[in-house]
């Protein structure tokens, strides 16, 4: 199984919308609704902010949401903020209980 | 509220098996409704999925570690373990235990300890 493919990098100001990208294939993102995303802060463990493609945990702000569309998932932070500076991990269900993340972006907030 | 605590030797030597333990503690293990994970971050990689196991003991693996990985839980003591052989460079990693949530309608790890670094020596 190979990796998802996000962008390493994304930027954006203060109160701009930013969409993270991550692209699969059809044995992965194509074929499951079953897509997560993790913000990372500097030495903190990885924390879900997105699963099952757009629902957001109980305590995670409405500015982020998740979104689909054939191979590719998306991310979208509405308004970003300073706080919203951090590494974002996409995650895919493959099959047989098997499971892949993405390579990681790097947001920074101008 | 759940916790995971991983531990284990942080140094290994190359060719030598390393083995880690996460403990759980505020929920149960007995659910097969959990996927008890391990997962490694290194910075040239981001991280990686290397197995998980259920309670029933049954354990999927990453296709790519798969003949030097294995995964058991004691749900007596609430502890799940990971080992791995033929330790080299490229295992040098941060390493979380996580808890995946599978019911079915969904696949993500909800909760993750701190993170065990491991670094591999000549």
């Known amino acids: 199984q190979s990796a998802l493919t996000q962008p390493a990098s994304v930027s954006g100001s203060p109160g701009q919308s930013i969409t993270i990208s991550c692209t699969g294939t059809s044995i992965d993102i194509g074929s499951y609704k079953f897509v997560s995303w993790y913000q990372q802060d500097p030495g903190k463990a990885p924390k879900l902010i997105i699963y099952?493609?757009?629902k957001r945990p109980s305590g995670v702000s409405y500015r982020f949401s998740g979104s689909k569309s054939g191979n590719t998932a998306s991310l979208t932070i509405s308004g970003v903020q300073a706080e919203d500076e951090a590494d974002y991990y996409c995650?895919?269900?493959?099959?047989?209980?098997?499971?892949?993340f993405g390579g990681g972006t790097k947001l920074t907030v101008l | 509220q759940l916790q995971l605590q991983e531990s284990g030797p942080g140094l290994v030597k190359s060719s030598e098996t390393l083995s880690l333990t996460c403990t759980v503690s505020?929920?149960?293990?007995?659910?097969?409704?959990?996927?008890w994970s391990w997962i490694r971050q290194t910075p040239e990689k981001g991280l990686e999925w290397i197995g998980s196991i259920v309670y029933s003991g049954r354990a999927f693996y990453n296709p790519s570690l798969r003949d030097r990985v294995t995964i058991s839980v004691d749900t007596s003591t609430k502890q799940f373990s990971l080992t791995v052989t033929s330790m080299t460079a490229a295992d040098t990693a941060l390493y979380y235990c996580?808890?995946?949530?599978?019911?079915?309608?969904?696949?993500?790890?909800?909760?993750w300890g701190q993170g065990t670094l491991v670094t591999v020596s000549s």
């Open positions: 505020g929920d149960s293990t007995s659910s097969d409704d959990y996927y």
């Open positions: 996580a808890r995946r949530v599978d019911t079915g309608l969904g696949a993500y790890f909800d909760h």
């Open positions: 995650c895919s269900y493959v099959g047989s209980s098997k499971m892949v």
């Open positions: 099952e493609v757009s």
